[in-house]
Nanobody
Framework: QVQLVESGGGLVQPGGSLRLSCAAS????????MSWYRQAPGKQRELVAFITRGYNTNYTDSVKGRFTISRDNAKNTVYLQMNSLKPEDTAVFYC?????????WGQGTQVTVSS
């Protein structure tokens, strides 16, 4: 049974930082491209960042220079370090594991940026 469990969300003031974690089980983690998506109220889910099994990374323009995705294959965990957070970053953040035609999702973690 595949499980992706996100953690690390919460309430933070503008300019603050959070680190999200996503622990995976039931997959050969090192083979998967791992991604973070987010969905703000009333908006479609969007890709925030991904990291391939070869450690190549890519980011949506709005988070470049502020967010960093990383992975620890020994811990089957992917991280999203989020700095200089803005109110428009408020969303539910989801972890995704993708390989060929397989895709798995976590349950999401809420990030709220507000003063």
């Amino acid at each position: 049974q595949v499980q992706l469990v996100e953690s690390g969300g919460g309430l933070v003031q503008p300019g603050g930082s959070l680190r999200l974690s996503c622990a995976a089980s039931g997959i050969v983690f090192s083979l998967y491209t791992m991604s973070w998506y987010r969905q703000a109220p009333g908006k479609q889910r969007e890709l925030v960042a991904f990291i391939t099994r070869g450690y190549n990374t890519n980011y949506t323009d709005s988070v470049k220079g502020r967010f960093t995705i990383s992975r620890d294959n020994a811990k089957n965990t992917v991280y999203l370090q989020m700095n200089s957070l803005k109110p428009e970053d408020t969303a539910v953040f989801y972890c995704n594991a993708g390989l060929l035609n397989s895709a798995y999702w976590g349950q999401g973690t809420q990030v709220t940026v507000s003063s």
